[in-house]
């Protein structure tokens, strides 16, 4: 054999693109021929030869690494051309896709920007195809590997070394084939895996080496910018909930796992006490005791071994998550692991399956093994960014798909420099939807990492037992080994009774009773002591005592139905009133928005509804009626004195199935100020308890019972009012509960929430159905016009009006106009109309919503002037302090079509069509088409073309790297035009193409212009921004004009661009970099570039401009953080320090 394995990996590579390629062009040519074809196809031919060049690259590169030679060169050369026409049959298998989707709009448009040509086009890259196939074939098959080579190299030990797709080539080789329809295997999916595989191997070396280089860095502002971003995109609200709510460790004994069993039941308790005993009863064989101390030592002996799973298998109810909670938080496990591993970390994450989604599913398992992993690894967050930075775009957990997040965690366990031990509670706690089937499988691929401990707890599922049984995995089944425990549990409740109340005999025989019933299941051993406690209260003998605990139910299900028959079983009223607080505490809405929805501490306290308070204000109408429609507000005593009241009723009512949680933590209020800049008074923890203590079941057996059997939904179905009506309630008595806060403390909520919880109650309604959501609207709005609820923002900046909140959400249109009618402002109108397209978002940030003509054209006829400039006052995409978006209703809706089309979803449906509608509609009243507005992109050198947030300008080197330049463009509305009317997957007027309204605008749109009027790098060396200003004659060349439709091209963005660059790309890159040295470029500080700019009417001007002057408290935030606009900010000291002076005369 003439050349190494490395050669021959790069060649099974290379005919894979072959074979792949050659399928795509089939494809194409059908098309261009008219026969009908499958974008599927097209699709998944794309996608493997994608996969394939990205093996040819890496094979390319330890090719290159190794011995040279000719031969190596000549099969460098053909990997070349063969990555050149994949690149081109990438861009035409988009171009083709969209060509079929598209209607006759696409084409009068598509005749202003470019012709036709892929027929002509798609035949020259079949006949470079061919080229690279018949030398594949004939004289580099010949010198790469020969039949005879083929035959010896399987023989040889290093053969099970390489790939398995090398070994196949080699295997087809061996038994003589030679063309490449017979090297390539069919299997294409497996070849895909492969391939994957392959990559990741060479991706985590390159990242190891640039690890060393990255570790050198200094933590500087930007990376923890970065680092906060990425990680506060992981982190759901609810990603502790369910940690928190458990049992407290401190209140629980699990200490029988790291002791012996007479250790724990000898060990007296903490006041001197008599035997109570009774020997005849309590005596424990000492095989029983050997048995539970060598199940407990068989999991202290795994937390030390090499073994990757174990299980803690238990009934429901058997304390499995107090277990897991108490394993998690005690210092002895970790002592213990670090026998396996001296640095070895614990993460945990708890199913929830009655929990909201993030708690229940896939996706946010893994975004709480990712956030914990990178939580405390400041070097790893590095490696990460640095290997997908892709993901610097994150900004929230909806953002995340499951196989990007189980990606990065992949690599995290691949790269990391610490071991982890995971501890996974509740496995049959996976909702229905993703199933436990699939997360089984996930676990057990994560067991495979060599530097993974995990161990998981569940119901006896069979689907567990068998996955259990066939890994041999280890484990214990937590109801025969908690006997000791429950007995002490039992023992400590009844102790203080004895001897006043009952004797000791007594004593011994209830606990020996309670103990034996219970059947290792503490739950059911809590709320039996808990009747056996009051029937003690109420002076019951022996006897009846005994009876009482004997009629006790054994199941869990049957005890719940006989705790709510025994308290509510001839009270009609009382059953409508439990039945009402049951399905208060069924419906769960995420925590209370009082926190900032961005820049919240770390260890902020999860408040999370339905509230106590909330509750009883949702219970009360007279109370909802004062506060919200009244005006009036409640004092501190007597908000105590409505909660009290609630949680007699409670507790009086529900049977012990709720209970009234603790707050999580202390001085929620205080730490509500911090976070918000609010001086707010002490409140007591009183005061705190009625306002946030949480109304919940006491156990996920309860909430089944009353969601699974036939008796639990009879007691549900007593509650007179309807799903809908309770979300009424609950809504209100949130709003109370914000009231109160702002009118005692000066707090105020975060309105969104409350916003669409109101939009939703109008959903799918007819008349009267949406006019009570109007009526709920109309009560949220008289809070947001008193500051009680607000958007997310600093208190010196202005509130956008409420009504540009609702202008995306189609049912409200009425809404909307009749209440502008009634305000009769034209200003306002204008507002609105502003503020209903963020420039920022895109048809895939909001959900493809959009603004309809309906309301559009009704607020114009209002008065409202869509090219009336202003301050952006919405900031869902972000502030840019110190300065402030602007623009207008018309640039605001074309830079926002722009980055839909950049990010290329949802450019077919009613949104987008509405969209242009607008845009078309207002081109025609718009003073001057030739008006400019600023576009923000980033090039990276791998090909990736994206426009950036347009707020993202004041951290803009954020997004920046080395490779990856940012480019500041001017482009003018007839250029954004255009892109609207090709980029969007709709025709607005097909049924009227004679007197098109398109066809009348096409003509104003000739001579369309965008220019790059600054290129910002960073140095290799000092990470410092260098601003490069590009003489004007430069943006005019063809090379120019290349480089400005690939830009702007449609679906190039991160959400959507493709996995290699089209050709040309790099050259286009090679370009841009180049007019950074022109001469006649000029270089300028950033600061200096971007006051040029702002307030030009490009979108974005200086917030003393915008007349926003920050607090003091403030303008040192921004000195702290944005130092590189010194001037910008002396001016708004100066503003402030002024503003001050004045006030005090």
């Known amino acids: 054999m003439a050349t190494g394995l490395e050669a021959l990996g790069a060649a ?54 190794a011995r040279p030679s000719q031969y190596n060169e000549r099969l460098d050369t053909v990997a070349r051309e063969c990555l050149g026409v994949a690149n081109e049959l990438e ?11 598209k209607g006759s709009l696409f084409k009068a448009v598509n005749a202003v920007l470019k012709a036709s040509s892929q027929r002509k086009k798609i035949e020259g890259l079949e006949s470079t195809l061919s080229r690279c196939r018949a030398v594949m074939e004939t004289e580099m098959m010949s010198h790469l590997c020969s039949q005879s080579d083929a035959i010896e190299l399987q023989q040889k030990e290093e053969f099970k070394e390489l790939a398995d797709d090398v070994q196949l080539l080699v295997a087809q080789i061996s038994r003589g084939h030679t063309k490449v329809e017979e090297l390539v295997r069919k299997e294409n999916d497996w070849t895909r895996e492969v391939v994957v595989q392959e990559s990741g191997k060479t991706q985590k070396a390159v990242t190891e080496h640039l ?4 570790v050198a860095w200094s933590v500087d502002a930007e990376l923890k910018a970065r680092r906060e971003t990425l990680l506060k995109s992981l982190k759901f609200p609810e990603m502790n909930q369910r940690y928190n709510d458990l049992m407290s460790s401190k209140r629980v004994n699990f200490r029988r796992l790291f002791t012996s069993y007479r250790a724990v039941t000898s060990r007296k308790d903490d006041s001197k006490d008599t035997q109570l005993s009774d020997d005849s009863i309590f005596e424990v064989e000492v095989r029983k005791k050997d048995e539970i101390d060598d199940a407990w030592e068989d999991f202290v002996k795994w937390l030390c071994s090499d073994n990757s799973l174990f299980c803690i298998r238990g009934k429901p109810g058997s304390g499995k998550s107090t277990l897991v909670k108490f394993i998690v938080d005690t210092g002895n496990t970790k002592e213990l692991l670090r026998q396996w591993s001296p640095e070895a970390a614990i993460i945990s994450h708890f199913f929830w399956k009655i929990g909201s989604s993030p708690q229940n599913s896939i996706k946010g398992f893994l975004c709480s093994l990712v956030y914990r992993s990178l939580n405390e690894s400041q070097e790893t967050v590095k490696q990460i960014l640095d290997q997908f930075p892709a993901l610097s775009s994150k900004v929230s957990y909806h953002d995340w798909s499951d196989d990007e997040l189980k990606s990065v965690f992949y690599f995290i366990l691949e790269n990391g420099s610490r071991q982890l031990c995971i501890f996974v509670d509740g496995l049959d706690e996976i909702s229905n939807t993703d199933g436990l089937y699939a997360l089984i499988k996930l676990i057990d691929e994560i067991s495979k990492f060599p530097n993974v401990k995990i161990c998981v707890s569940s119901r006896p599922e069979t689907l567990v037992t068998n996955w259990l049984t066939k890994q041999n995995v280890p484990g214990i089944l937590l109801e025969d080994l908690t006997r000791p425990e429950m007995r002490g549990f039992v023992q400590k409740e009844l102790k203080p009774f004895v001897p006043d109340t009952i004797s000791e005999n007594t004593h011994s025989r209830l606990v020996h009773d309670l103990v034996f019933k219970a059947q290792g299941v503490f739950l059911w051993l809590h709320l039996a002591t808990r009747s056996v406690v009051t029937g003690i209260q109420n002076g019951d003998p022996r006897d009846l005592l005994l009876a009482r605990l004997k009629e006790l139910p054994g199941e869990l299900k049957d005890l719940y139905a006989d705790m709510w028959q025994r308290l509510n079983e001839n009270s009609p009223v009382y059953r409508e009133t439990a039945a009402r607080f049951f399905n208060y505490a069924l419906d769960q809405k995420g925590v209370v928005p009082m926190f900032p929805e961005v820049g919240f501490p770390s260890g902020f306290p999860e408040v999370w509804q339905a509230t106590l308070f909330q509750i009883a204000c949702a219970e009360s109408v007279e109370t909802q009626n004062s506060l919200l429609r009244e005006g009036k507000t409640l004092n501190a005593s007597e908000v105590i004195a409505l909660c009290n009241k609630t949680t007699a009723a409670i507790h009086t009512r529900c049977a012990g199935l709720l209970r009234v949680a603790p707050v999580s933590m202390s001085e929620t209020i205080q730490h509500v100020g911090d976070a918000t800049g609010v001086d707010v008074p002490q409140a007591s923890e009183e005061i705190e308890k009625a306002l946030f203590g949480g109304v919940s079941f006491i156990h996920r057996t309860a909430h089944d019972f009353l969601t699974d059997t036939e008796i639990g939904q009879d007691i549900l179905r007593h509650g007179a009012l309807s799903k809908r009506e309770m979300e009424f309630r609950l809504v209100k008595g949130l709003l109370c509960l914000l009231h109160f806060l702002n009118s005692e403390f000066g707090l105020m909520g975060r309105s ?14 007819d008349q009267k159905g949406v006019d009570e959501a109007a009526d709920l609207l109309r009560l949220i709005q008289t809070q947001y016009d008193n500051g009680a609820i607000g958007t997310d923002r600093p208190s010196w900046q202005r509130q956008p009006p409420f009504l540009s909140h609702l202008t995306d959400f189609n049912p409200m249109d009425d809404f909307v106009i009749s209440s502008l009618k009634k305000a009769d402002s034209r200003e306002l109108a204008t507002a609105v109309l502003r503020e209903a397209w963020d420039p920022d978002q895109s048809l895939y940030y909001t959900k493809n919503r959009m603004p309809t003509m309906k309301l559009v054209q009704a607020l114009i006829s209002m008065g409202a002037d869509p090219h009336a400039y202003g301050v952006n006052l919405d900031q869902g995409m972000g502030s840019m302090e110190p300065f402030a978006r602007e623009g207008s209703a018309f640039t605001n809706l074309l830079s926002s079509g722009n980055r839909s089309i950049d990010d290329g979803d949802h450019l077919g449906g009613e949104a987008a069509r509405h969209l242009l509608m607008a845009a078309v509609s207002m081109a025609f009243t718009c003073p001057d088409l030739s008006g400019t507005t600023l576009v923000i992109a980033r090039f990276k050198e791998d090909g990736e073309m994206s426009i950036l947030n347009g707020t993202w300008l004041n951290q803009l080197g954020t997004f920046l790297r080395p490779t990856s330049p940012g480019i500041i463009y001017e482009v003018d509305f007839k250029f954004l035009l255009l892109q609207l009317l090709s980029g969007l997957a709709v025709d607005i007027d097909e049924a009227s193409r004679g007197t098109s309204r398109v066809d009348e605008l096409l003509p104003r749109l000739e001579n369309p212009s965008a220019v790059i009027r600054f290129i910002v790098t960073i140095d290799e060396k000092s990470k410092a921004k260098i601003t490069h200003r590009i003489a004007p004659q430069l943006s005019s060349t063809a090379e120019a004009n290349d480089l ?14 493709p996995k290699e660059a089209p050709e040309g790309t790099h050259a286009a890159y090679k370009y841009l970099m180049s007019l950074t040295k022109d001469a006649s470029t000029e270089r300028v500080g950033f600061e200096a570039a971007i006051r040029e700019l ?11 401009k915008a007349g926003s002057i920050p607090t003091p408290s403030f303008i040192e935030h921004l000195e702290e953080h944005f130092a590189e606009f010194p001037l910008t900010i002396e001016e708004l000291k100066a503003a402030a320090s002024s503003g001050e002076s004045r006030s005090k005369e």
Do not use: W
Not at 211 to 214: I, S
Not at 752 to 765: E, N, S
């Open 12 to 65: 099974c590579a290379i005919l894979q693109v072959i074979q792949a390629a050659a399928s795509i062009i089939s494809n194409c040519k059908k098309v261009y021929d008219g026969k009908p074809t499958i974008d599927h196809d097209l699709e998944l031919y794309a996608g493997r030869m994608s996969n394939a060049t990205s093996s040819i690259q890496t094979r390319c590169k330890a090719m290159a690494e």
């Open 91 to 101: 861009a035409e298998v988009r171009s083709v896709t969209a060509m079929q989707k």
């Open 1044 to 1057: 400005i439709q690939r830009q702007f091209a449609p679906g190039t963005g991160v959400h959507s661009k």
């Open 211 to 214: 690890t060393k280089e990255v």
């Open 752 to 765: 969104g929430t409350l916003i669409y919880r109101a939009i939703l109650l109008a959903k799918d309604q």
């Open 1094 to 1104: 702002a307030g030009r009417g490009l979108g974005f001007c200086t917030l003393l």
